[in-house]
């Protein structure tokens, strides 16, 4: 249990409340009636991996189709489907599936190195785990940790889920559906239509209020804001339960923020415990001090995945202040092994330009003199992944 218990050591003391959050937890868990853990797992913690959030993947999609001013209005309206069912209108359904895979499927799920939060998953859980996420990531590492799911089943697999239910085994439900495979999948306001359907007994409402009914949930990697997919799981666990349930969440830079926060979790019934946000990336400032070559990789992703919080709480300013560190630390790796960098360089780039765009200030254009030409020739001859 290190991992898992050095994590907790270290949020303990982020908040004022965090110590007794994570008591009442450990209490729900190891009490004389205990009640099993269902971990809920968010696209938060596969962006370790340099998977994208789900708003900067729809962003970058946006991008290819034209439709980034309309794309951004909907994702600041918290309106995730809609954006998506733009975007797919724009694409078509099949570059929109394809792009979907390249992004979150077997291939890069299979071949990246894991590391974060997402490890200590397989000692928490002993039984059901659900997410929302595309890609692969949790099957390797339960895989990998020898406690392999005994079924991996998706929203739309009626059948599947009550049999893993019944069996009481431990199991993957990924209620959004598999990068791989369009059908069952939820993602555009016409699917999540389909699939979320109040009153349907064999929709994902019915089958979640199962999964839900005597579990303690714990959200991890969720962002848990105001989004019709929230809404639907809070009003779920009231039904389902009863009971309050837990969320491991990201300590907002500014103080009201995090007060809104914790106000707008407790009215849904989940007590949050929040982690100190930029602390794994003086951790990995440390590490990469070090030993550059092994751990600037991972600075450069922690920096974006810092980065793209500021930007999201209003920090344009200090966004593209990380997000420019990000380029620089990662700057001479990619000069050595442009192949092996790209994307991650790709991806700090275009936050950086996004939020130095939205600050106004101007590129560091000494920085990016000698990166821009390579990555142009790099994308020429490597295309599509």
């Avoid at 708003?55 to 290819?64: K, Q, V």
């Avoid at 724009?90 to 890069?108: M, W, Y």
């Avoid at 339960?241 to 926060?261: C, I, M, Q, W, Y």
Wanted: charged share 25%; net charge negative; proline share 4%.
């Amino acid at each position: 249990m290190a991992p898992f218990e050095e994590a907790l050591g270290t949020i303990r003391e982020a908040w004022r409340s965090n110590g007794g959050c994570l008591d009442d937890l450990k209490e729900r868990l190891t009490g004389a009636q205990p009640i099993p853990l269902l971990p809920f797992v968010g696209a938060g913690l596969s962006m370790d991996m340099g998977f994208p959030s789900w708003a900067g993947f729809l962003e970058g999609l946006a991008a290819e189709c034209g439709k980034s001013g309309a794309v951004a209005a909907l994702l600041g309206e918290g309106k995730y489907e809609e954006a998506a069912e733009a975007i797919e209108r724009g694409l078509s359904q099949e570059i929109f599936s394809r792009r979907i895979a390249h992004t979150f499927g077997k291939r890069r799920s299979d071949t990246c190195e894991l590391k974060g939060a997402v490890l200590a998953l397989a000692e928490m859980a002993a039984g059901a785990v659900v997410t929302t996420n595309f890609d692969r990531i949790l099957e390797r590492v339960f895989r990998e940790a020898g406690s392999a799911f005994e079924h991996v089943v998706w929203g739309s697999q009626v059948d599947s889920i009550r049999q893993a239910i019944a069996e009481n085994k431990p199991f993957l439900l990924k209620i959004h559906g598999d990068a791989e495979e369009r059908s069952g999948r939820v993602l555009t306001k016409r699917e999540y239509e389909k699939h979320y359907t109040p009153g349907d007994p064999e929709g994902l409402r019915a089958q979640l209020a199962r999964i839900f009914q005597g579990r303690t949930v714990l959200f991890l990697g969720c962002s848990l804001g105001k989004d019709r997919t929230m809404d639907v799981l809070s009003e779920l666990l009231r039904q389902a339960s009863g009971l309050t349930h837990f969320a491991v969440v990201e300590k907002p830079a500014r103080e009201d923020e995090l007060f809104a926060k914790q106000q707008l979790l407790g009215q849904r019934g989940i007590l949050p415990i929040f982690y100190p946000i930029g602390r794994h990336v003086c951790i990995r400032r440390q590490l990469a001090s070090q030993r550059p070559d092994a751990f600037l990789p991972d600075l450069a992703t922690s920096l974006g995945a810092m980065g793209a919080v500021l930007q999201a709480i209003g920090n344009a300013a200090e966004a593209a202040a990380t997000f420019r560190e990000g380029v620089e630390r990662l700057k001479p790796l990619f000069l050595r092994l442009p192949k092996a960098f790209r994307l991650l360089m790709e991806n700090l780039i275009a936050h950086y330009f996004r939020a130095s765009q939205d600050a106004g200030l101007e590129l560091d254009a000494g920085l990016l003199a000698d990166i821009v030409p390579l990555l142009s020739d790099v994308q020429a001859e490597g295309g599509e992944e």
